[in-house]
């Protein structure tokens, strides 16, 4: 029996993070690579409050550096 290779996830090129001013929701365009190869595209949609927590979680994992790039509401990241 083979072992499945689990997706991973890019964000979509060319393609930005944007919310919806009515409900807050946030989408981020995604791609789905196994391995190196290129498996299809997908948007991820959270709530605003699941986005916050999101941009909090990444913000607290990341070095210093990299995670001031990331601290943005997600009205900024339209």
């Given amino acids: 029996m083979t072992t499945p290779v689990p997706l991973h996830a890019s964000l979509r090129r060319g ?24 498996q299809g595209d ?6 605003r409050t699941e986005g916050e927590r999101l941009l909090n979680d990444l913000g607290g994992t990341l070095a210093p550096q990299a995670s001031s790039a990331l601290r943005q509401t997600p009205e900024v990241v339209r």
């Fill in 15 to 38: 393609a930005a993070p944007h919310t919806d001013a009515t409900t807050g929701e946030v989408r981020l365009p995604l791609s789905l690579f196994r391995i190196d190869e290129y």
């Fill in 42 to 47: 997908i948007d991820l949609v959270l709530s």
